[in-house]
């Protein structure tokens, strides 16, 4: 029996794309890698230790004096150990990567919420995008966007926005069938059931989603370093590679110390807010 | 004409549920259609007609369709087929722009379980229908306010919904459905879901706030009492049918069939009854006669009192025999034995309250109008009997019984 050339058709697609889609690419990844570069302008712009204060002081802002304590010795140490400007690179690739994949994810979200067709289609695509190997998209990423931050981001999104989706979906489907109901029986148009009921009453869940999506673009900085993305990933990756239990160990912490205070501040932020309706 | 209009409106679930109305048109049953075609019918060939400013109940046990049924009168879902006239114009040929302009301004709806948008305070709540009309900040308020205070929660509006009690929430509810002032008010079990008492303080709240505002009110119950306590007439519904559609006497006094007795026979009919069907007409005399003809009057009907009246029949007071044949002998009128703090009731009170009234009084309970108009007269005997399950108090008690004790 003879094998389908499935290995030659996705070759064919994707050299395809390179030929006819150069143009936007390069937009895109203009525009991904300004936004990377804004945001580590941005970082790098206060002393680490102004930085620092800032940190703490919206810590505490939007959570308790513990969360406040744990980012400020966090990032005290980050810099005494000498990954600061790692650290700022790595934060702008999350924070992009995360941008993005709300900014796609919540209206996508939406979209599956209010239409069956849509779920039924994004559904298998997002588990497809959830489980098929990090390395397998990596390559053709690296093809289009060459190397460097972009294709990095680019993975992340890839691999991060799934829980923005799926729990938009969720959030608004949790929604009581009466308030919906009630919303369209006071003559609601689509647009006011969706911004005046649905999306405030799902806003908990869909930042449970925003949360997790955050934490899986962080978990994708390592294999961004593989293909040029600097930050802390490179380090955790040429400590490896080099064999440098100490190093790495010090740059693995630094991640961790990043995830915890990222989860936490935006697991305070919608906290705060109790008012929910289900 | 009438201000709602159903016309043979139906609803059928499943994959072909158009092509089953014409099968229940031949007579499939509502089974044989379950069972042949997989397709559910939920309301059969619904026609009522609803007339302005009336409470009108709808009546069924769980699964009957009334939920349904409501729920088609503001397309909260779709009839599969028949007509809705709202003022004689057809719900379900209005596109969505003209069916957003009824839901906001002439039919709002209370939901069973409140459905209150816990993000919002109470006062946003109230105005949400007006804020989707995109009206003035200030005018929308200001009529919120107005709904709230109408409903008794004047000075609540700050609160957030799960602060309030379920009988307050359920008050927020009915002033978000007030301030749109809407024609029509849809009540989908709106007080299922509270306590007896305090739904039988609803109850008296919604029938105090209709005197005032006079709505057509549609009101599903699945609870016969309520039913019958608040609606002026009731649909009973079975299996997506209406099986009756009267006045909560005539689905009392003539059930249309053994369904519906069986419904209703366990029903308390003294709180139903009202002191009109067990009035009788009155034996009265004007007040300028004198003791002599109104004891010959009495003697002549073999009566023990009188109702003294005026030329426009304005009950003035009565009298006993005893009294006038006394008054006979001192020479005194009739205005000087006058009894004129005898009970007097009005016609739509339940006999339920009566007892204690004919119980206690020495002489016949008077039946009177707004105007103290003499309307009848109720004797002890006769609310005994109406409780027994005669339909006409006027065939059990003999014409001359018209005394008491």
């Known amino acids: 029996m003879q094998k389908i050339p499935l290995d030659e058709w ?22 991904i890698e300004g936004i990377v570069k804004g945001f580590t302008w941005l970082f790098m712009l206060p002393h680490p230790f ?36 790692q650290t700022m690179d790595t934060l702008s690739l999350v924070i992009t990567s995360a941008l993005i994949s709300v900014v796609l994810g919540i209206p996508l979200g939406i979209w599956c919420a209010y239409s069956k067709g ?16 990090a390395f397998v998209y990596l390559l ?76 899986l673009s962080l978990s994708m900085v390592v294999i961004a370093s593989m293909i040029g993305a600097q930050g802390i990933g490179a380090e955790v990756y040429r400590a490896v590679t080099q064999l440098q239990i100490g190093k790495g160990f010090e740059a693995g912490l630094v991640v961790v110390i990043l995830a915890i205070v990222l989860d936490r501040f935006t697991q305070r932020l919608f906290k705060s807010d109790k008012k929910r309706g289900r | 004409m009438s201000i709602l209009q159903l016309q043979k409106v139906s609803k059928l679930f499943g994959a072909h549920a158009d092509s089953c109305v014409e099968l229940l048109e031949q007579g499939w049953t509502k089974e ?42 503001n397309r909260l879902i779709e009839p599969t087929s028949g007509e809705i006239l709202v003022h004689g114009k057809d719900l379900m040929k209005m596109n969505k722009e003209q069916l957003r302009k009824v839901r906001r301004q002439t039919i709002s709806m209370v939901f069973q379980k409140f459905a209150l948008f816990p993000h ?73 879901a509270l306590d007896p008492l305090i739904r039988r303080d609803m109850q008296d709240e919604l029938l105090d706030l ?103 029949k304005r009950m003035l007071g009565v009298i006993t025999a005893e009294d006038a044949s006394a008054a006979m002998r001192v020479g005194q009128s009739l205005e000087d034995i006058l009894i004129v703090d005898g009970p007097r009731v009005q016609p739509d009170v339940v006999i339920n309250e009566l007892f204690e009234i004919t119980s206690l009084a020495k002489v016949p309970l008077a039946v009177v109008d707004d105007q103290n108009r003499l309307l009848g007269v109720i004797v002890r005997g006769a609310v005994l009997g109406a409780l027994a399950g005669e339909n006409s108090s006027k065939e059990v008690i003999p014409d001359a019984e018209n005394t008491t004790g």
């Open chain 2, 210 to 312: 209709q005197e005032k505002m006079k709505k057509t009110i549609i009101f599903i119950t699945h609870d016969l009492d309520e039913a019958l306590r608040i609606g002026d007439r009731i649909a009973l519904m079975k299996d997506g049918s209406v099986v009756q559609v009267g006045t909560p006497e005539e689905i009392l006094t003539q059930p249309a069939n053994a369904y519906v007795e069986r419904f209703v026979e366990d029903v308390d009919l003294s709180k139903v009854l009202t002191a009109s069907h067990v009035m009788r007409r009155p034996e009265t005399i004007m007040a300028d006669r004198g003791p002599r003809v109104a004891l010959e009057l009495m003697r002549e009907r073999g009566i023990s009192n009188l109702f003294v009246v005026d030329r426009a």
């Open chain 1, 50 to 85: 102004l930085f620092i204060i800032i940190l703490g002081i919206l810590a505490f802002l939007v959570g308790r004096l513990s969360l406040t304590l744990f980012s400020v010795i966090g990032f005290l140490l980050i810099y005494n150990l000498g990954y600061w400007s």
């Open chain 1, 140 to 215: 053709p990423a690296v093809t289009f966007f060459s190397l460097g931050v972009v294709p990095g981001v680019i993975a992340s999104v890839i691999f991060a926005i799934p829980p923005t989706i799926r729990l938009t979906l969720l959030g608004i489907q949790q929604v009581s069938g009466e308030l919906t109901e009630a919303a369209d029986a006071f003559g609601s148009t689509s647009g006011q059931k969706l911004f005046k009921v649905q999306l405030p009453l799902a806003l908990p869940t869909l930042m449970a989603g925003v949360n997790q999506t955050i934490m």
């Open chain 2, 32 to 73: 044989r259609i379950a069972k042949e075609k997989s397709v559910t019918v939920g309301v059969n060939r619904v026609s009522l007609s609803i007339e302005e400013s009336e409470i009108f109940v709808i009546m069924g046990l769980s699964g009957s369709g009334k939920s349904t049924l409501v729920r088609m009168l």
């Open chain 2, 120 to 192: 919002r305070t109470v006062l946003e709540n109230v105005e949400y229908g007006l804020e989707v009309q995109k009206k003035d900040k200030k005018l929308r308020r200001d009529k919120a306010a107005k709904s709230l205070e109408l409903v008794g929660l004047k000075g609540w509006g700050d609160k957030s919904p799960d602060e309030l009690s379920g009988g307050m929430q359920q008050r927020v509810g009915l002033a978000r459905a007030l301030a749109n002032d809407p024609e029509i008010l849809l009540m989908d079990e709106a007080f299922s």
């Open chain 1, 10 to 31: 996705v070759q064919t697609l994707v050299n395809w794309m390179e030929d006819h889609l150069t143009v936007l690419f390069n937009i895109i990844s203009a525009v």
């Open chain 1, 118 to 133: 849509a779920s039924r289609i994004i559904t298998p695509l997002l588990d497809f995008m959830q489980t098929m190997p």
